[in-house]
């Protein structure tokens, strides 16, 4: 291999050693759905060859033909840009993705694996880390350009093309514009209505707005169904605000994956590759599905609906939307996934039909009584809709038969008569957006920068996009060792461009809505209850402690 070049996009035998991997059944290691998907390198490649263009002019404020305006936002693998194009003169979002780097997301572990599982299949001899890190980095960036390019609705964010070459240390990932940014929901009080909110439309106050939210997301999901698509991190930083189409957004599609249907090759092993993906921990804490928080070997190999964990993801975001609150949250990561699953919202239920959807059928912890995307689209998307916004308070009412202000004593008791069957249904940028983040998730970061090109318009609202390309499955065990997540009062001092931010501000004025910093090491003696006859499902014994860190090294 010329150490000279760097690994691309479309992998070419001088840049790449890997080109494309032969699965032998004779190797040590298990197949994985993504050592599957490394197999099939030449189908992705044919998929997105029509996005990549060769990096043909670039300087310091210019890619090929755009002109970089000031960075929006930072990150471990590099900066987000607002650019325009000169041919065009449109406004985008250029992602710069380091291939290397300068915060490696790969353990040492996770790196030799790698270079072992080459060597097995006769692949590589020689490599280094660097390299190794540079090509595991290219092909997670593939993997998730092929996913967009798959994808194109006005309710998901768009790739237009992406820009490398052997002799660019960086890949570049151009996006469409949005102009009012990631989505907001922390706010000084319940009924504060977002600056943002009032440029998508003057009108909006908290429940117009969770219903517009509940609408376009709807339709966005139920799209990225119909193309195969899990997100597996739904969340307000991953959605957003395009105040000239008057719409929310989908993006940052570094975390998901698809169907085995939907993938351009088949594979006999790839149903049990698929459901074993399914079954990690991916994305954001307190978006994260109870059915995923279960440690014990036994679960492990849970049969997953996928579909059904954007669905509690959805939930979350738009609880976060109306009650101006996370509805799970712990002091460190482990006693959130132990509220998720145990903590019951029913005491929020008033009566109000957006509310109690949230609660009963979006955040159900029965993934199988969770309400899915079609049937969740048959009620509140208005037959024969167009994508025009439009008053649906009515056609709640009508929906919802009944309502009642008096709290059940249970939520089986709770009648709803939505269409007979539904109870059967199959930025302003801040690190308390995130406030708990998987370990080595790290999204951008406003930084502050003065200059402007007068080609940019300087009163434009900058939208930040998630810089990081590629999301890893985190290991459990990670979780327990956590040294910046949640973000801390420490870290918000240390980081300027965060002072300024509102809800940085808020979170400091009420702690109680704030993560505790875990401190490196879980305290799991304050979660330990003793088993006994009048106690057998409590959730938090020592057993249960034991089987979390068995199924932690598991992974």
């Known amino acids: 291999m010329n150490e000279s070049a760097f690994p691309t996009l479309i992998p070419t035998t001088t840049s790449n050693p890997v080109v494309q991997v032969r699965l032998s059944s004779e190797s040590q290691f298990k197949n994985t759905y993504y050592s599957l998907v490394e197999a099939h390198t030449q189908s992705i490649n044919n998929a997105i060859k029509p996005l990549v263009k060769p990096i043909t002019t670039s300087s310091r404020r210019t890619i090929n033909e755009y002109q970089l305006g000031s960075s929006i936002g930072h990150g471990q693998f590099g900066k987000v840009y607002k650019a325009y194009s000169n041919v065009t003169g449109a406004m985008v979002a250029i992602k710069m993705i380091s291939k290397k780097p300068l915060n490696n997301q790969y353990s040492m572990n996770q790196t030799m694996r790698q270079i072992q599982a080459w060597r097995s299949r006769g692949l590589v001899t020689v490599i280094s880390g660097d390299k190794a890190v540079m090509l595991m980095n290219v092909q997670k960036c593939r993997w998730e350009i092929y996913i967009m390019s798959k994808l194109c609705n006005q309710y998901v964010i768009s790739c237009k093309e992406s820009l490398d070459s052997s002799q660019s240390k960086s890949m570049w990932v151009v996006s469409e514009w949005c102009n009012l940014g990631e989505l907001q929901w922390q706010r000084q009080s319940k009924e504060d209505i977002p600056s943002q909110w009032q440029k998508l439309k003057p009108q909006y106050d908290v429940a117009s707005f969770t219903e517009k939210a509940l609408i376009d997301l709807t339709h966005g999901l139920r799209y990225l169904k119909s193309q195969g698509c899990i997100h597996r991190d739904i969340k307000p930083s991953n959605i957003l605000v395009d105040g000239v189409q008057g719409v929310l957004k989908i993006s940052d599609f570094g975390c998901s994956i698809l169907t085995p249907e939907s993938l351009p090759f088949k594979e006999d092993s790839m149903e049990q590759c698929y459901q074993a993906e399914l079954n ?15 440690f014990e070997e ?47 919202l029913e005491p929020k239920i008033n009566g109000q039909p957006i509310n109690d959807l949230i609660i009963l059928k979006l955040l159900e912890k029965d993934p199988s009584k969770r309400m899915d995307i079609t049937t969740l689209a048959d009620t509140v998307l208005p037959r024969g809709s167009t994508v025009k916004d439009k008053p649906i308070q009515t056609f709640f009412n009508k929906l919802w038969k009944f309502k009642s202000k008096k709290k059940p004593p249970e939520s089986d008791t709770l009648v709803l008569n939505v269409r007979q069957d539904l109870t059967d249904s199959s930025s302003s940028f801040s690190e308390d957006d995130e ?14 920068n003065t200059s402007k090109p007068a080609e940019i318009e300087s009163n434009d609202r900058l939208s930040i996009l998630s810089i990081s390309p590629i999301k890893l499955a985190t290991p459990i065990k990670a979780l327990i060792r956590i040294r910046s997540s949640p973000a801390t009062d420490k870290s918000d001092k240390s980081n300027p461009s965060l002072n300024s931010s509102s809800p940085s501000k808020l979170k400091k004025k009420n702690n109680s809505k704030r993560l505790a910093h875990s401190h490196d090491i879980v305290n799991f003696k304050q979660f330990i209850q003793p088993r006994n006859t009048s106690n057998d499902k409590a959730p938090s014994t020592p057993e249960d402690i034991e089987e979390y860190l068995r199924f932690a090294d598991t992974k």
């Open 280 to 294: 990690k921990i991916v994305g954001t804490p307190a978006f994260i599905a109870p059915e995923l928080c279960h």
């Open 435 to 448: 406030p708990v983040q998987v370990t080595e998730f790290m999204d951008t970061k406003p930084r502050n």
């Open 298 to 344: 036994s679960n492990s190999n849970n049969t997953i609906d996928g579909f059904q964990l954007d669905i509690w993801s959805l939930g979350v975001t738009l609880f976060c939307l109306w009650h101006n609150d996370l509805p799970f949250y712990g002091e460190n990561e482990f006693d959130t996934y132990q509220r998720a699953m145990n903590i019951s």
